[in-house]
């Protein structure tokens, strides 16, 4: 069955560094595009980033600039490098499989928390 987790979450000061992971099973992970999206306290969701299977990202502006998506179709991996992250970073943070490549998600992650406070 498909399985998606996330792992890489924590606690980081304010201008720090965060990589995340999401390790993929049970589907053919280089077929679909894969996306980012986290969930802060008491918010909706929010689309960060997502990639494509040959390469194109889109990236919202919120976190352009400062988060970076990967994928590494070898190792069935997801990637989501996060510098100078800031308090409202702090979510709960999923990965997703684009079941379409149009944005419609059928499978997701536990989630990984990232907390940003000094």
């Known amino acids: 069955q498909v399985q998606l987790a996330e792992s890489g979450g924590g606690l980081v000061q304010p201008g720090g560094s965060l990589s995340l992971s999401c390790a993929a099973s049970?589907?053919?992970?280089?077929?679909?595009?894969m996306a980012w999206v986290r969930q802060a306290p008491g918010k909706g969701l929010e689309w960060l980033s997502d990639?494509?299977?040959?390469?194109?990202?889109n990236t919202a502006d919120s976190v352009k600039g400062r988060f970076t998506i990967s994928r590494d179709n070898a190792k069935n991996t997801l990637y989501l490098q996060m510098n100078s992250l800031k308090p409202e970073d702090t979510a709960l943070y999923y990965c997703?499989?684009?079941?379409?490549?149009?944005?419609?998600?059928?499978?997701w992650g536990q989630g990984t928390q990232v907390t940003v406070s000094s």
């Open positions: 997703a499989r684009d079941m379409t490549g149009w944005g419609i998600y059928d499978y």
């Open positions: 049970g589907f053919t992970f280089n077929s679909h595009y």
């Open positions: 990639m494509a299977n040959g390469g194109k990202t």
